[in-house]
């Protein structure tokens, strides 16, 4: 049992919120386990929420226990304050909803963390030389969801999410006309998704989600922001600033291989050297990626690069559509068998974990829907029984974990 003390530390001013919030606290009776069972719950089972609601946490209050060490009372009650409003937020991947913006939630919650969180210290003292603090952290789930809606943090992805093209395009190391850029977007129109072309771009009455085109800033449409970590996260602010869920990114290199005649004319042949990456805008990660070389040749150079360029466009973008429409389902939407909420995940348990899942079967998936903070959500797919995938957890002794399957198609799994 998760007992809390009757007296949370802070500033008189907030004395009122606090007895709000203790009184609340007295009411609990559940582990921390049992706390976010029913916030999962809750979510996995409601009833389908409007594009613009904010997700709705149950319970009401989360409360996470911390033992930490560190320089003073003050910074540790900070960071465990933090630490557990950014687990709060992770547990939005839970819902039918995600974030933007993620890079600035930091910020965000640094800024704004004693709105949220109020804490109890039950034991303080000098351990070594630093300060040891034994403490629990109580987030206000409805208000810190009420404001990162309001804020546009919160978003429910798009069943046709909207694409957009950053390439680089050369030939003999110079720029040259955008043929491949516009024939990928003619690519995207051909299978049905939503791009971002022809019109509004310059009118900012248009909502973003309704525009055919966006007013790209930084980086420009013609750079390949996949090279560095600076132009990849720049190129994603910027995508979801638009309201772009998914694209593509990548370089179209052309050179002159040689010149000859051919049938009494003089021709121009010339490789071109394609690269590309299909990338979510909210995380960065580059769901498909592949590279192809073409060759071309003709009278005139610029038909020659036109040829050799939309070869190597046509090669490639359909490889990384296919994994587009196997995965976006799957991972982002509600078409997979099972969602999976695993809390205290980091980067080396989560693989664990999922090394144990790929025993169920051998034609299961396994998608990352979100990892942040210590809450990671999966998405499975697979043709067997979910109760061949309990089995396995239950058999499992590391690492070492507690489960709860959620009707429907939901589990929570706490890893220790």
């Given amino acids: 049992m998760l007992e809390v003390n009757p007296s949370f530390r802070g500033s008189p001013s907030r004395a009122p919120v606090c007895q709000i919030l203790l009184e609340a606290t007295q009411r609990m009776t559940a582990r921390i386990l049992s706390a976010m069972l029913a916030f999962a719950i809750l979510i996995a089972g409601a009833t389908p929420l409007q594009a613009l609601d904010p997700p709705i946490p149950s319970p009401r209050l989360l409360s996470l226990h911390y ?38 939630l930091d910020a965000y919650v640094d800024k704004r963390w004693m709105d949220f969180a109020v804490h109890e210290v039950s034991l303080s003292e000098v351990r070594g030389g630093r300060r040891f603090v034994n403490l629990d952290v109580l987030v206000d ?5 009420d404001d990162l809606h309001e804020k546009r943090f919160i978003y429910r992805p798009a069943l046709r999410p909207v694409f957009y093209v950053f390439l680089s395009e050369t030939y003999d190391g110079e720029k040259t006309t955008p043929v491949g850029r516009r024939h990928l977007l003619e690519t995207i129109q051909n299978r049905e998704y939503r791009y971002l072309w022809a019109n509004d771009a310059e009118d900012f009455s248009v909502p973003p989600s309704q525009k055919q085109e966006v007013a790209v800033r930084e980086p420009l449409p013609d750079l390949d922001v996949s090279r560095t970590a600076e132009d990849l996260a720049s190129a994603c602010a910027e995508a979801q600033r638009n309201e772009v869920e998914v694209f593509i990114a990548g370089t179209l290199e052309t050179k002159t291989t040689r010149k000859g005649k051919l049938y009494f004319d003089e021709y121009t042949f010339v490789e071109t050297f394609c690269s590309l990456k299909l990338i979510r805008s909210d995380t960065g990660e580059a769901l498909a990626s592949d590279e192809v070389r073409t060759a071309a040749g003709h009278v005139n150079a610029a038909d020659a690069v036109a040829a050799a360029t939309r070869a190597a466009v046509d090669k490639i973008a359909p490889g990384l559509f296919d994994v587009f429409d196997k995965q976006w389902g799957k991972t982002i939407l509600r078409k997979a068998n099972l969602r999976v909420m695993v809390f205290g995940a980091d980067n080396d348990s989560l693989d664990l974990l999922k090394q144990v899942l790929t025993g169920v079967s051998p034609d299961l998936e396994i998608y990352t829907r979100s990892s942040y903070a210590d809450v990671a959500v999966l998405t499975l797919s697979w043709k067997d029984r979910t109760r061949d995938l309990v089995d396995v957890l239950r058999q499992t002794h590391y690492p070492d974990l507690i489960m709860a399957p959620i ?6 799994v706490q890893i220790f």
Avoid at 88 to 101: C, E, P, Q, T, W
Avoid at 407 to 412: F, H, I, K, S
């Fill in 141 to 145: 789930c409805k208000k810190l969801y």
């Fill in 407 to 412: 009707e429907p198609d939901g589990m929570v």
């Fill in 67 to 104: 033992e930490l060490m560190g320089e003073s009372e003050e910074a540790l009650v900070k960071e465990a304050s933090v630490r557990a409003i950014l687990s709060a937020i992770g547990r939005v991947y839970f819902s039918d909803l995600m974030l933007r913006g993620r890079s600035l």
